[in-house]
C-alpha cells in the first residue's frame, strides 16, 4: 500500500487531485498508513464483486476526473500526469489510457508484460465499472492514449501463495456468476415457451 501511495504523492499536492480509499477489509495496518495520506478513508465489507467496490470508491470522488489506482500498483510517472493535465485540451475527451506494466517477479523490472488500459475518466456522474471479477469500465469516447505508465504486482508468478489465493478467489467469484447466468438462461427458456404457447393460442 505505501508503495502505491508514495507514487502519487505528487498529485496530492497543491489541490492537484484529492486521494479517496475504500478498504474493503484489511487485517494489517492499511488503515494507518492510508491515513498518512488522505483523510478520504471508507470502510466497505468485500462482497465478492469488483465492479461494485469500484463503483462505490467512485461515488465519493468530486473531482472532474477519476483516476484509478489499486493497492498493488504503482504510478511510474506521476510528474508526467501532472504535465499531461497541462498540455493536453481536456474538454475534448473523455478517457484517457495509460500502460499498464504487469511485473511477472518482485526481485526485477525486466520481465514484464505491457498492455493499454483505460485508467482516467471524466466524472460525468454516469460513469461506472461492470463484472465481478474481470470488471470493465464503462468509458466514453473520445479516448487520449497516454505514456503515462503503472506498475502492477499483482500477478507475481513466482509468489505461488499469491497466485494460488487469487485463482481460489477468482474461481470462487466466476461460480457464483456462472450460477447467475443458469437461472438467467431457465428464465429465458421459459419465457420463450410462454411465448411459444401463446402463438400457437392465438393461430387456434
Known amino acids: 500500500m505505501r508503495r502505491c501511495l508514495d507514487s502519487i504523492k505528487i498529485l496530492l499536492t497543491n489541490d492537484f487531485a484529492e486521494l479517496i480509499v475504500v478498504d474493503t477489509g484489511s487485517i494489517d495496518k492499511t488503515p ?3 491515513n498518512e ?3 478520504n478513508l471508507y ?7 469488483f465492479a461494485e467496490m469500484r463503483n462505490i470508491t467512485i461515488s465519493y470522488a468530486k473531482g472532474e476526473w477519476i483516476f484509478i489506482l489499486d493497492a498493488d500498483e504503482e504510478l511510474e510517472n506521476a510528474n508526467e500526469l501532472v504535465e499531461l493535465f497541462k498540455s493536453i485540451d481536456t474538454k475534448k475527451i473523455n ?4 500502460l499498464v506494466k504487469n511485473a511477472s517477479n518482485l526481485t ?5 508484460m505491457i498492455s493499454m488500459s483505460p485508467r482516467l475518466f471524466k466524472n460525468d ?5 461492470i ?4 470488471n470493465q469500465p464503462l468509458f466514453k469516447e473520445p479516448i487520449y492514449y497516454s505514456n503515462i505508465s503503472i506498475w502492477h504486482y499483482g500477478y507475481i508468478t513466482n509468489d505461488k501463495a499469491l497466485m494460488e489465493k487469487k485463482y481460489k478467489r477468482t474461481a470462487s467469484i466466476l461460480q457464483e456468476e456462472l450460477k447467475k447466468i ?3 438462461c431457465i428464465i429465458g427458456i421459459n419465457l420463450a415457451l410462454v411465448i411459444l404457447c401463446m402463438v400457437k393460442l392465438i393461430r387456434r
Open 32 to 34: 494507518d498508513i492510508v
Open 37 to 39: 495520506y488522505t483523510n
Open 43 to 49: 470502510f466497505h465489507p468485500w462482497n465478492n464483486n
Open 95 to 98: 478517457t484517457i489510457g495509460v
Open 108 to 112: 526485477s523490472k525486466e520481465g514484464y
Open 125 to 129: 456522474g454516469n460513469f461506472k465499472y
Open 131 to 134: 463484472g465481478a471479477v474481470h
Open 182 to 184: 443458469q437461472i438467467i
